[in-house]
């Protein structure tokens, strides 16, 4: 490192100074709407943000209601056959333990459908 000349020091670089209108338009109106458009991007990012979840919301609501009716369903079915006139025997009870069946694993695929939906909406909500 070399020592500092003390007649460097002593000579002030010389400035321009501009008249405070000069400053505001040259410096501070390019930052300023700069600024403004920046906060418009996030505001439009925050109303895209509020549309994606609802629509996922509702998306959600719609599979719970799917769900829902078709639980409904199944039990409308099983109250059905056991108030029905008995008759049939052992092969009406097989084809009832096999309808049981079938619309356990309906309820069981629109319960999974449900956890991926929530899984989905976790993830997105994460990133």
């Known amino acids: 490192m070399r020592p500092?000349?003390?007649?460097?020091?002593?000579?002030p670089e010389e400035v321009?100074?501009?008249?405070?209108?000069?400053?505001?338009?040259?410096?501070?109106l390019p930052v300023i709407h700069e600024m403004r458009?920046?906060?418009?991007?996030l505001t439009r990012e925050h109303g895209r943000a509020s549309v994606r979840n609802r629509s996922k919301l509702w998306e959600m609501d719609n599979m719970l209601i799917q769900i829902k009716t078709q639980v409904e369903a199944s039990e409308e079915?099983?109250?059905?056959?056991?108030?029905?006139?008995?008759?049939g025997?052992?092969?009406?009870?097989?084809?009832?333990?096999?309808?049981?069946e079938e619309k356990a694993q309906?309820?069981?695929k629109m319960a999974e459908m449900l956890v991926q939906l929530?899984?989905?909406l976790e993830r997105s909500e994460s990133s």
């Open 4 to 11: 500092v000349d003390v007649v460097e020091l002593a000579e």
């Open 16 to 28: 321009e100074v501009l008249e405070p209108e000069e400053d505001f338009e040259q410096f501070l």
């Open 37 to 41: 458009e920046d906060i418009a991007a």
């Open 77 to 87: 079915s099983a109250l059905n056959q056991l108030q029905s006139p008995g008759g």
């Open 89 to 100: 025997g052992d092969g009406r009870a097989a084809r009832r333990g096999e309808k049981a």
């Open 106 to 108: 309906e309820v069981a």
């Open 118 to 120: 929530v899984r989905r």
